[in-house]
């Protein structure tokens, strides 16, 4: 139950093949039929022009050049009335109806282009320019489909050229159809091997669709980038690649590259970002956020990006409002929600926040959790006495160990409980009260049951708010005789006894923000007459490292959660980071600091000393971001 730190979006961008001129990217601008070299105009006229006085056509030739010119030029405020000065002469004159279409495309006006070039066509359907540059503004239309039409017109006037197969392979891939987008690629490689478009659009349609993976992507991309280096589409999708398997420094030059040779950039703004967040610079990342955003103030994915940081700097009004807008834009954007309501009850508004809190399972993360859904789910209103419910554990450790306490108020409510919980709390889970039957997580099929429900849905469904959070401690124990056991195991041990844990999982994606290590921990275990017990797992090279001699090692005795907590009934004070054997002092009823970053876990609100889930936990919260000292 982490706000989530990954990009909602992974912003794809497909190269559409041509060379451009200003504003116009992917659009090959004209007047001749013959195959066009990237970032040239010919001048040549139609040999279907409907003009046949020579007189005539060579004035149209010379309005048609200066049009052009003014075109090319960036003028189109006059390249458009140069051609529509034309077609008041000659209605019929194709070029200029097509180039026309041209200029309604480079001023954003996609519909009106098509309308235009189509036009064109029907005036001379045999100018596989035409065609091609309809699939491209089609493209742009978000009409991959006919676009593909279109491109086909074009090759099959024009087989040769390898740009128009390159731009019929980015439709393809805009329609996942990956098979035939790879062979089109390929196709447009044989015919011109250095053309950076095809090995891009060749890389996609590589990842796309079962294809054999990102090891030859990778090479196309970076082919692509070296054919081409101002192809900014081509650094990005690198990037995409590089920043997938880790490799965020590799990944956040190629996206800097991709900015630099398309300026405003929106998935590069976005991705770069990202890794900003990731690292907590987060005044940097908004920078991205906002440069992306003034180029699309209406992508969704990047108002929800931009919520996570600020929800890290603790704006959590700003928060809010940047997920309303992605929301707005995009409501089944399931990630955004689920960061909404960690938000929401971070601030302890609980009701909305729980549910809210169900989008989680329609992200992509949390389908892939979603187990023994044939049953129907419960809730008070549909509940039989006597019925027997699964309730299935989720997420991490600690949230199983904190909302394990709701087990026993479905017992109340006269229900059977089976709990399906991970193997490392199988034996403590045992002590649950309420719970009828404990069960291995991921065993197979559970036993019969009426009814099956998430853990971490019954705050919701039970209508949990901030002034009644149940928390009556200890609801966990691990048992006499395992406590005894290792009462004589640390009985040689004089003094006030503290347990200690410095770290979380490092799988866990705040794991950088929660986990302090052991050095800011090392004024502490300076204080004389006390025995440190170290109950952190695969800790002892830390030990090692710093070299504190007063510190009883445990860690590989403990074989799971219920060692932990009968050594926990032997100490007298657990001091913890934010994971789960914190979690597991709390539940036990021990005395226990919690150690917490500057915004912390939904779980601990703000700006709290003492918590309401555990009566004998006492917060310590960082006074600025990354200050563990303080």
């Not at 900003?276 to 992508?299: C, E, G, K, N, S």
């Amino acid at each position: 139950m982490t706000v989530r730190l990954t990009c909602s979006t992974i912003w794809r961008r497909r190269e559409f093949g041509c060379g451009a001129l200003p504003n116009a990217p992917g659009i090959c601008v004209s007047a001749c039929r013959a195959r066009r070299a990237p970032g040239r105009v010919c001048l040549k006229r139609s040999p279907h022009s409907s003009i046949w006085d020579p007189a005539a056509m060579a004035d149209v030739d010379a309005a048609l050049s200066q049009a052009v010119a003014r075109h090319q030029s960036g003028d189109l405020a006059a390249a458009e009335r140069a051609y529509r000065a034309i077609l008041a002469e000659h209605p019929d004159h194709a070029d200029a109806r097509h180039l026309l279409g041209l200029v309604h495309f480079q001023n954003g006006d996609t519909v009106t282009a098509s309308t235009e070039i189509r036009r064109a066509i029907e005036l001379d359907r045999r100018a596989p320019m035409y065609h091609a540059n309809l699939g491209r503004v089609l493209m742009a239309q978000g009409l991959p489909g006919e676009a593909v039409a279109a491109y086909r017109e074009a090759v099959a006037l024009t087989p040769e050229d390898a740009a128009v197969h390159s731009d019929m392979a980015a439709a393809l891939v805009a329609l996942e159809d990956h098979d035939a987008a790879r062979s089109r690629a390929r196709l447009a490689l044989e015919l011109d091997p250095t053309l950076a478009a095809a090995h891009l659009n060749l890389g996609q349609a590589l990842l796309g669709g079962g294809g054999p993976g990102s090891a030859e992507a990778e090479a196309c991309f970076r082919r692509a980038a070296d054919l081409n280096p101002a192809l900014a589409d081509a650094h990005q999708a690198l990037g995409q690649i590089l920043q997938a398997r880790g490799e965020n420094d590799a990944a956040m030059d190629c996206y800097r590259m991709a900015i630099q040779a398309q300026p405003g950039m929106v998935e590069a703004h976005c991705n770069l970002g990202n890794i900003l967040r990731d690292r907590m610079d987060l005044t940097a990342a908004l920078v991205q956020y906002d440069a992306a955003l003034a180029t699309a103030p209406d992508a969704a994915a990047v108002h929800g990006n931009k919520g996570v940081a600020l929800h890290e700097m603790g704006r959590f009004d700003e928060a809010l409002a940047s997920y309303d807008r992605a929301l707005e834009l995009n409501p089944d954007d399931a990630d955004t929600a689920r960061n909404r309501a960690m938000t929401l009850l971070l601030l302890g508004r609980f009701k909305e926040g729980w549910a809210e809190y169900e989008a989680r399972w329609r992200t992509p993360r949390f389908k892939t959790q979603a187990r023994h859904r044939d049953k129907p789910r419960w809730s008070p209103a549909t509940a039989v006495s006597g019925a027997t419910v699964l309730v299935q554990a989720e997420q991490g450790l600690g949230d199983t160990i904190q909302f394990a306490r709701y087990v026993g108020l479905l017992a109340e409510r006269e229900q059977q409980v089976i709990f399906d919980c991970p193997a490392p709390l199988m034996r403590l889970m045992a002590s649950l009260d309420g719970a009828a039957r404990v069960i291995e997580q991921g065993q197979g099929r559970p036993p019969h049951h009426d009814f099956q429900v998430p853990l971490m849905s019954l705050p919701g469904i039970l209508g949990t708010e901030l002034e009644a959070i149940p928390a009556d401690v200890p609801y966990l124990n691990p048992g006499a005789p395992l406590v005894g056991i290792w009462r004589r195991r640390l009985a040689e041990y004089s003094g006030p006894r503290i347990g200690v844990v410095w770290k979380g999982s490092p799988d866990h994606v705040r794991d950088r923000v929660r986990s302090p290590g052991l050095a800011p921990l090392l004024p502490l275990l300076e204080l004389k007459g006390a025995t440190f017990v170290s109950l952190q797992k695969g800790g002892d090279k830390d030990l090692r490292a710093h070299g504190p001699d007063n510190v009883v090692d445990l860690s590989d005795e403990l074989m799971d959660f219920a060692d932990t907590a009968a050594v926990m009934q032997n100490l007298d004070l657990v001091v913890s980071c934010d994971t789960a054997v914190g979690h597991l002092a709390g539940a036990l009823g021990r005395p226990v600091a919690m150690l917490l970053p500057h915004v912390a876990e939904w779980r601990w609100l703000l700006a709290r000393e003492d918590t309401p889930w555990y009566p004998t936990m006492r917060l310590f919260r960082q006074p600025t971001a990354g200050n563990w000292a303080g």
